[in-house]
Nanobody, 127 residues
Framework: QVQLVESGGGLVQAGGSLRLSCAAS????????MGWFRQAPGKEREFVAA????????NYADSVKGRFTISRDNAKNTVYLQMSSLKPEDTAVYFC????????????????????WGQGTQVTVSS
């Protein structure tokens, strides 16, 4: 497993932008597929975006497609989530997650696949 620490959350007005970061402790970070998930009060945790460790395979939830961008910098052991055109319904605690993979193109939309999770960062979008 790997330790993950999210940052970059905060309060923003609708239409604004935020960039979340997730720093990983593992020296083998470059072999971890990464995902972002979110959980709003009273709701289930839901998939937001995922990226393979090679960086070439990306996937997004329909609700954020075209507004959010996931990326990674393996030299910095960090994955990012650039969020633009934010909406009040994007308000949630955002979590990053990691899973070791032998395939450079592997990613997953399923939370149960990931075995390392960060503590989460709050994103609040006001209307």
């Amino acid at each position: 497993q790997v330790q993950l620490v999210e940052s970059g959350g905060g309060l923003v007005q609708a239409g604004g932008s935020l960039r979340l970061s997730c720093a990983a402790s593992a020296p083998t970070f470059r072999h971890y597929a990464m995902g972002w998930f979110r959980q709003a009060p009273g709701k289930e945790r839901e998939f937001v975006a995922a990226i393979s460790w090679g960086g070439s395979s990306l996937n997004y939830a329909d609700s954020v497609k075209g507004r959010f961008t996931i990326s990674r910098d393996n030299a910095k052991n960090t994955v990012y989530l650039q969020m633009s055109s934010l909406k009040p319904e994007d308000t949630a605690v955002y979590f990053c997650a990691a899973v070791l993979s032998s395939s450079a193109s592997y990613y997953s939309r399923w939370a149960r696949v990931y075995d390392s999770w960060g503590q989460g960062t709050q994103v609040t979008v006001s209307s």
